[in-house]
């Protein structure tokens, strides 16, 4: 049986059952920490179960499509991490030239593999993921215009979303717990304050090219002082423009991302740029080895609120090219001016033809405790997620 909104959208627009389409996954993972927590109430093993059903639907020849996706996790330790978003629930238009979003959605920005630098649309979801890859649903009315000069992409973002953070008894946690219900803002409209960003792109042979501005809430809260034994976020207004620059050349994939960022308490730029070479083929298989090299630098230096403010990342990917689109990294990324680093690995394979098994660990390690690692590492993890998708 179709769901109740699924069948309303059918009858409003006269389309046949046919025409919806609906996909999703179940996914069922385990976190568990080799080392005690460092902090009171803090737990050594995190069960969760989460869903991400999307359904799409079609009209008018495909020109108009309307997509929902929510998602929601319950998790057995933290329950901040228990939470639910709707990633996507909008209306697509498509036509040669141009397209037109209105809803909710995710955007991405950047090309580096270490930090995602310019990545501004979506505040993090940052329960959910370590390196912040997860995103929330942010409103927004986004144009997309195609000319032969590039692409230029235009959005009004009506509504904020505050960044999730975990819980008394989470893991990978700031040294006070964040109370997020006590948010402030700079702005007097507070999260009901209307942002603006626009990106312009374009191919030039083997080079990609993005130039982006921003205006609106900062999507990173600065943490404050809350009741003596909690912190707040306080959300600042901002501005930032930044590029994010991408080579083919043979082999060799050069990146680089950089901006400049101006706020109420600082102004300052930062980037990270660096090259993935490809051993194509490795001793005469099908696997293809990737060695990555990034350099991250930030003009705050130690007062950088994020790890990569000087740091060296290195690692190195394996795609195994089989059916099941197997795939291992590792990384390291160094701090250069302080005794401290983290390091990953991240696996992942399917098998049969609805299975996917993702394997990830991380390891930390800092000896300062004005680090922004320092608070991590008691956390080195080791998380096994089982995905099914339908």
Do not use: C
Not at 105 to 112: L, Q, R
Not at 354 to 370: G, I
Request: hydrophobic letters at 40%.
């Amino acid at each position: 049986m179709k769901p109740y909104f699924a069948a309303a959208l059918l009858s409003a627009f006269h389309l046949p059952a046919t025409a919806v389409e609906i996909q999703g996954s179940i996914s069922l993972q385990q976190r568990s920490f080799v080392e005690s927590a460092q902090f009171s109430h803090q737990g050594d093993n995190q069960t969760s179960i989460a869903i991400e059903p999307e359904l799409y639907l079609p009209w008018n020849d495909g020109q108009d499509a309307f997509i929902f996706t929510p998602f929601a996790r319950l998790d057995s330790l933290d329950d901040e991490r228990s939470h639910w978003d709707i990633q996507e629930a909008k209306w697509v238009h498509l036509r040669d030239d141009w397209e037109f979003e209105l809803g909710l959605g995710i955007v991405f920005w950047g090309v580096t593999e270490s930090q995602h630098l310019v990545d501004v649309i979506n505040q993090t979801d940052q329960v959910e993921t370590v390196n912040g890859d997860r995103k929330l649903g942010q409103p927004m009315a986004h144009l997309s215009l195609i000319r032969d000069w590039g692409v230029v992409n235009a959005f009004i973002l009506p509504g904020f979303r505050e960044r999730t953070f975990a819980g008394e008894k989470g893991r990978l946690r700031t040294p006070l717990v964040v109370n997020p219900d006590q948010a402030q803002y700079e702005s007097s409209a507070k999260a009901k304050h209307i942002d603006f960003a626009l990106r312009w792109s374009r191919t030039f042979g083997d080079w990609d090219v993005g130039v982006a501005g921003f205006k609106g809430t900062d999507r990173e809260p600065i943490l404050q002082p809350y009741n003596q034994n909690k912190l707040v976020p306080y959300y600042q207004q901002m501005w930032q423009i930044s590029t994010d620059i991408q080579a083919t050349l043979g082999e060799w994939l050069w990146k680089i991302e950089a901006l400049h960022k101006e706020g109420q308490f600082e102004h300052y730029q930062a980037g990270v740029a660096g090259f993935e070479y490809t051993l194509i083929g490795l001793a005469d298989t099908n696997i293809d080895l990737g060695l990555l090299s990034e350099y991250n630098w930030d003009q705050r230096g130690l007062n950088a609120s994020t790890p990569y403010q000087n740091d060296l990342f290195l690692g190195t990917r394996l795609v195994f090219n089989d059916v099941d689109g197997s795939e291992i990294l590792l990384g390291v990324a160094r701090d250069l001016e302080q005794m401290s680093y983290s390091g990953r690995i991240e696996a992942s394979t399917r098998f049969g033809q609805h299975w996917r098994l993702n394997l990830e660990a991380w390891l930390f390690y800092s000896s300062e405790s004005n680090d922004p690692l320092y608070s991590l590492k008691d956390d080195d993890m080791l998380s096994i997620n089982l995905e099914y998708f339908f």
